[in-house]
């Protein structure tokens, strides 16, 4: 089944401890990519990778780190959370060719205390 | 910056009526116009996307236009159903799919039976 997985799906931290939430496709696609959503803002993207190795950043990247080591995988990472990181995050992928629609992940509820 | 602009942000409609969103895009280049259905809990899924080179896409009950002269495109609904109820965000993309998609903050819509 093409699919889109993200784990893990809820998590709750404190302040300043790293994390990771990964994001895994299976379609083979070039393109994968990360977004937030907030209340009222809709979804806004952190970063995004054109292919592997090869990744630079969205409208709201400040906090966040990736790394497309793999074609199928491109983790976010956060350093140091923060409150304001506080959010529902999903990770998206899509192809170069033929159709255009982004694949989203199941979506990984974070909270930063 | 790059933006996208949906309107109502509310909308309630009894079953079998009609209902219309309506979204604006700021970026003249903008070429693929997506639109995500998201449950609640669950990840936006596409439910139907025109590209710069069509003027009108119709599926079913859905259908959205597009007019790239005023920069906007609409969804339209007929005859809602309860299970229509989700919150509904338009997007815009660059070189379609395979790019960022600028958000819309979303339309909650509500069908009454």
């Known amino acids: 089944e093409a699919q889109v997985t993200q784990n893990p799906r809820y998590l709750i931290t404190v302040t300043g401890k790293k994390l990771t939430v990964t994001c895994s496709q299976n379609m083979n696609h070039e393109y994968m990519s990360w977004y937030r959503q907030d209340p009222g803002l809709g979804l806004r993207q952190i970063y995004y990778?054109?292919?592997?190795?090869?990744?630079d950043k969205g409208d709201v990247p400040e906090g966040y780190k990736v790394s497309r080591k793999e074609k199928r995988n491109f983790p976010l990472i956060l350093e140091s959370p923060s409150p304001n990181q506080t959010s529902l995050y999903f990770c998206a992928s899509s192809s170069s060719g033929g159709r255009w629609e982004q694949y989203f992940g199941p979506g990984t509820r974070l909270t930063v205390t | 910056g790059e933006n996208v602009e949906q309107h109502p942000s509310t909308l309630s409609v009894q079953e079998g009526d009609s209902a219309v969103i309506k979204c604006t895009y700021s970026?003249?280049?903008?070429?693929?116009f997506p639109w995500y259905k998201q449950e609640l809990g669950k990840r936006p899924q596409l439910i139907i996307d025109i590209r710069s080179n069509v003027g009108e896409k119709k599926d079913q009950r859905i259908a959205v236009t597009l007019n790239k002269t005023a920069k906007h495109f609409s969804l339209h609904i007929t005859e809602t159903q309860p299970e229509d109820s989700a919150v509904y965000f338009c997007?815009?993309?660059?070189?379609?799919?395979?790019?960022?998609?600028?958000f819309g903050a979303g339309t909650r819509l509500a069908v009454h039976p």
């Open positions: 990778s054109m292919n592997v190795e090869v990744t």
């Open positions: 997007a815009a993309s660059r070189s379609g799919g395979y790019n960022k998609l600028i």
């Open positions: 970026d003249s280049a903008s070429n693929y």
